[in-house]
């Protein structure tokens, strides 16, 4: 029977129980309203002996004009994806259990944040650097695990576990797609149905850049140019960026060689989505 606990303490004393009798322990960081991409996490995480899922809408990773009110929200829904897909623990604090009143110190990062999201957000993965860091701290997990959807995060958090020597492996997983391409994401419930039918464009540009490149293209620029097209091409969608750069550094790139990360960040009406692929060309 899976278990929901609020506080850092409870947490604490059920991990260590855990690592006493020799368990592997899992984590997987999510801001709750869970959909297959959490669940894909969750079941990934199964190779090892207990799964921790944090649920926690984290206000510091939210820009003032952000939705941070407005973030889906549904526990008991996510209870039960949780032990659907396996968890052992969902660990739901308050925000006043994360963060003191006072509270003062935070992780921040130069190099992979400079560009894409880090750029469009400002703050935000100092937030997620920040709240990341203390989810390791209290669960102290063997293994943990991100979505490849939000490929600057992971590439932020693998630099971040590194940087800090955190002793965790991270674990990326594949982007979860709906049938007609959307990547899965809490914020598609915020989309009408035809800006629901209008998201669609992020992954079919995407999708034909990458047969550009399939196809022999290694000038970043060429593949930019026609995915933006692609996407300007829908009147619902505004581009907030369309970028290639090297996958672990997310430093901008012209040529495409080593492992390369296209990515696009667009509104869809009012909503913003994220969305990307990598190629691999030596
Ligand atoms: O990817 C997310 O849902 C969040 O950024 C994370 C990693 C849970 C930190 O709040």
């Known amino acids: 029977m899976i278990q929901l606990v609020k506080t850092v303490e409870e947490v604490r004393e059920i991990v260590s129980q855990w690592r006493k009798q020799g368990l592997k322990v899992g984590l997987v960081p999510t801001m709750g309203y869970l959909h297959e991409g959490h669940q894909s996490l969750i079941k990934r995480s199964g190779e090892n002996d207990k799964t921790v899922v944090s649920v926690f809408v984290n206000p510091i990773q939210f820009g003032p004009n952000e939705d941070f009110a ?82 600057q995060q992971l590439a932020v958090i693998r630099r971040m576990a590194r940087d800090l020597s955190f002793g965790i492996e991270i674990v990326g997983c594949p982007i979860i797609r709906e049938e007609d391409g959307l990547a899965k994401s809490s914020r598609n419930t915020y989309l009408s149905s035809d800006e629901r039918s209008a998201a669609t464009i992020i992954s079919k540009a995407l999708s034909m850049g990458e047969k550009l490149i399939e196809n022999g293209e290694i000038n970043a620029e060429t593949v930019l140019k026609a995915i933006t097209e692609k996407i300007e091409s829908e009147p619902l969608a505004r581009i907030d960026y369309v970028k290639a750069v090297d996958a672990d550094s997310i430093e901008p790139i012209q040529t495409i060689s080593g492992r390369v990360l296209f990515a696009a960040a667009v509104y869809i009406g009012k909503t913003r989505l994220i969305d990307n692929f990598i190629v691999e060309r030596n």
């Open 70 to 151: 407005s973030y889906p929200r549904d526990i008991e829904r996510d209870i039960k994806k949780c032990e659907e897909a396996g968890a052992d623990l969902v660990f739901a604090p308050e925000a006043s259990e994360m963060y003191a009143g006072d509270f003062s110190t935070y992780v921040d990062m130069t190099g992979p944040t400079d560009e894409l999201c880090g750029l469009r957000r400002p703050g935000h993965f100092r937030g997620v650097c920040t709240v990341v860091s203390k989810l390791f701290n209290i669960v102290l997990p063997d293994r943990a695990y991100f979505g490849q959807k939000d490929a």
